[in-house]
């Protein structure tokens, strides 16, 4: 089945400590990128990937790293979490890159700082 | 800047009425607009999206959306809303190599 899967799916952590969500997707897309989501914002674009070793910011990546080196990957990393991070993130892919390309998005992961 | 803005923040409408949720964007050029679907607990699913040719677009489970670029609109409908329809809607913009703008969402609940 064609799919975006993150894991893990909830996570509870405290601030400072370095964590690590993973993406993968099995469609052979190009394109992958972060958002996250937080009540009366919508989603916001962290990072994105055209390629592989290819990554470029989004509109709000403080705080947060990514890595692509290998196409079907696209780990997002907080070294030192705090609690304006506690969001709802989500990854997504696309067979290409480009706005008119359809983006499929993974389930999602509910992130606690304390 | 593209931007968008989605003017209601929750809708509620009775099973089997109609449904119109209204999408505004500020772009200089024609856009290519989208609409995704968010249910409970789920990652969002695009319902349609246009970017030339009819105006007038169709997507998947019975929805369609109206391009009126005197408007500056892309709202979508759907003549009878199901319970299961209840959600949150996205409206998105981009253009070319461009990354996709979200609007705020709106959430649309579905009363017996």
């Known amino acids: 089945e064609a799919q975006v899967t993150q894991n893990p799916r909830y996570l509870i952590t405290v601030t400072g400590k370095k964590l690590t969500v993973t993406c993968s997707q099995n469609?052979?897309?190009?394109?992958m990128s972060w958002y996250r989501q937080d009540p009366g914002l919508g989603l916001r674009q962290i990072y994105y990937s055209m390629n592989v070793e290819v990554t470029d910011k989004g509109d709000v990546p403080e705080g947060y790293k990514v890595s692509r080196k290998e196409k079907r990957n696209f780990p997002l990393i907080l070294e030192s979490p705090s609690p304006n991070q506690t969001s709802l993130y989500f990854c997504?892919?696309?067979?290409?890159?480009?706005?008119?390309?359809?983006?499929?998005f993974g389930p999602g992961t509910r992130l606690l700082v304390l | 800047a593209q931007s968008v803005t989605q003017p209601d923040i929750h809708i509620t409408v009775s099973e089997g009425a109609s449904l119109e949720l209204r999408c505004n964007y500020s772009?200089?050029?024609?856009?290519?607009l989208f609409w995704y679907v968010q249910s409970p607990g789920q990652g969002l699913q695009l319902l349609l999206k246009y970017f030339s040719g009819d105006t007038l677009v169709q997507g998947i489970k019975g929805f369609e959306a109206e391009f009126k670029r005197s408007q500056s609109s892309f709202n979508l409908r759907k003549p009878s809303v199901h319970w299961s329809d209840a959600a949150e809607y996205f409206c998105a913009v981009g253009e070319g190599y461009s990354t996709l703008t979200f609007g705020k969402g709106t959430m649309l609940l579905v009363s017996p």
């Open positions: 469609m052979n897309h190009e394109y």
């Open positions: 997504a892919s696309s067979l290409h890159t480009g706005a008119l390309e359809t983006q499929y």
């Open positions: 772009y200089g050029a024609t856009p290519y």
